[in-house]
């Protein structure tokens, strides 16, 4: 039997304990609150100093400096990827800055240890510095030029943007002028970033998926010169489409403009002339070092998650970039992100995000036969009246199935919503998933997406109807394999 006088010793003994431990938990919270006073080296991001700490005391012959404290790691963080091979280079506009930028400082950008912001202005956003990218556009091509207006009422504006915008219209201004910066952003980005394996050019409203991304990565070598995108083309030539992001190299970065200083100006009176920046990027990219854009798609992809066509072939890809994302849609797919990834963590798997998981997330819980007043952009084929008192527009026309090939329920379905949605049902997947009605005309879809809701029209006849064929989506989900095969996009260097 203890004594009163050991029970009592015990009890002193652990609360001691206890004390001790709270105090070191304190101290190491403390600790964790100087962090925010850690320094960045704005020329070299990975190397991170702390004011008042580490500089020996030469006076104290036993010196030994304290390690330093560990750097700040935002739990929303923990577990996302070594991201410090790669810069994120984000073109934005001083017209739309404000609008996009710190939705995605708070979400996608929030765990990069690095990034560029370029745009049409200097600014500086809550702290964050944006670099005006056209401040060297030879005067030649800015002189006299109207798509320059935007730019300089800009500089000149005595108040907020917005205000000052009423005067123009910033979203076909802004377009105008985003023409000069891609060249520019490439040669600046690599003038005060030498040092990275890739660049990851992108628009303010591109999302990348930074784990499915440094995934790939590690498949590629950046010694090649290698510029991977979602091609599209400009009088036959292929170029990576600037909103769906583009993948530069190191090794084609340095032939690129490490070699060619000066090439950004040799290109600014060419861009007056034409319409984009991204097939200007390439136009010069290939000029200076014979290097062609690389089909990626679907990985990089110019669409989001509502609009997606989910088919055979997006399903069993990983996607490392979308488009045209607002910030609450990024706000949403980052935290659909990080929740999936803490998940994954705890089950012990890595499986990359794959475009059948957003079908999951966002559409499969919302799949419904029917939607009124309801764009599901289906239009891969189209089924109308062509006898009519008015001629359908060719475009319609050229999208038509031969008449002679139409089975009992393809003759009626221009008819109405209901015969439209029948004769989706009377043909297999690869020709109907998904069908719409509008304008007493009926289209069908060979994938299925979202879409998006349209406004009512007071004209029964003009409203837009949508459906889906919702069993015979879940027999093609049904057949599909699990996916054990991921189909990266292919390389060749
Ligand atoms: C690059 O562009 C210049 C100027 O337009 C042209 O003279 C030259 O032939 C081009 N070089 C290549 C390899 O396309
Ligand atoms: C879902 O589909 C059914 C059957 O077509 C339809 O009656 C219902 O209105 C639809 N629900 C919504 C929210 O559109
Ligand atoms: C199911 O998959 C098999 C093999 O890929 C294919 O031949 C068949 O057409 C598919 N059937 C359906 C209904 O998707
Ligand atoms: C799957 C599908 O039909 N997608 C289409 C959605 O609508 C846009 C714009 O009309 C088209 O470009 C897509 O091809």
């Known amino acids: 039997m203890p004594t009163r006088r050991t029970l009592t010793v015990i009890a002193l003994v652990a609360v001691s304990v206890l004390v001790l431990l709270y105090t070191s938990r304190r101290i190491g919270s403390w600790s964790a609150l100087d962090d925010p006073y850690t320094y960045r ?16 005391d030469p006076s104290h012959p036993d010196h030994v400096p304290p390690p330093p404290p560990p750097p700040p790691v935002d739990p929303v963080c923990e577990g996302f990827p070594d991201t410090s091979k790669v810069l994120l280079v984000m073109k934005t506009g001083a017209s739309e800055a404000f609008a996009r930028v ?52 800009q500089k000149s504006c005595l108040v907020d943007q917005a205000s000052c915008n009423k005067r123009g219209d ?59 995108g979602s091609v599209t083309m400009i009088h036959g030539f292929r170029f990576g489409h600037g909103g769906s992001g ?49 089909q990626m798609w679907p990985t990089i992809n110019g669409e989001k998650p509502d ?46 995000l794959l475009i059948k998981d957003i079908f999951e997330e966002f559409l499969a819980p919302n799949l419904n036969e029917t939607r009124e007043d309801w764009d599901n952009f289906s239009n891969n084929r189209y089924y109308l009246d062509t006898d009519g008192e008015t001629q359908p527009e060719q475009w319609f026309l050229d999208h038509m199935k031969k008449k002679e090939d139409y ?10 919503f209901e015969d439209c949605g029948a004769a989706c049902k009377s ?11 509008k304008d007493k005309m009926c289209s069908f879809s060979n994938s299925f997406l979202m879409g998006k809701p349209v406004k009512r029209e007071s004209d029964e006849s003009k409203r837009t109807m949508s459906g889906w064929d919702v069993e015979k989506i879940h027999t093609w989900i049904q057949n599909q394999s699990t996916c054990n095969k991921i189909h990266w996009p292919k390389v060749d260097s």
């Open 41 to 56: 080296d704005p020329h070299d991001p990975h190397k991170s100093h702390h004011a008042g700490q580490g500089s020996p």
């Open 102 to 153: 710190p939705t995605q400082l708070m979400t996608m950008m929030k765990c990069l240890p690095d990034f560029l912001i370029f745009s049409d202005m200097d600014q500086n956003l809550a702290g964050q510095e944006i670099h005006d990218s056209l401040s060297t556009v030879v005067p030649e091509a800015q002189d006299g030029n109207g798509d320059f207006d935007l730019y300089r009422r």
């Open 170 to 228: 910033p979203s076909s201004e802004g377009w105008k002028l985003d023409k000069y910066k891609n060249v520019h952003i490439a040669e600046r980005a690599y003038a005060m970033r030498p040092d990275y394996d890739w660049y990851l050019f992108v628009d303010a409203d591109t999302y990348v998926l930074w784990p499915n991304l440094m995934e790939w990565l590690k498949r590629l070598n950046a010694k090649k010169k290698l510029y991977l």
């Open 246 to 294: 583009y993948l530069v190299s190191k090794g084609a970065m340095k032939d690129f403009v490490g070699k060619h200083p000066g090439v950004a100006n040799e290109f600014d009176v060419r861009a007056s002339k034409e319409c984009c920046g991204d097939y200007i990027f390439a136009l010069a990219l290939k000029n200076k070092t014979q290097v062609a854009v690389q």
């Open 307 to 352: 609009t997606l066509p989910f088919g055979p072939w997006h399903w069993c890809h990983p996607i490392v970039t979308m488009h045209h994302m607002n910030s609450e849609e990024i706000n949403t797919f980052w935290q659909f992100e990080r929740k999936r990834q803490l998940a994954q963590r705890e089950a012990g798997s890595s499986q990359p």
């Open 407 to 416: 089975n009992e329920f393809e003759k009626k379905a221009h008819l109405s």
């Open 427 to 437: 043909v297999p997947f690869d020709e109907c998933f998904t069908w719409r009605y």
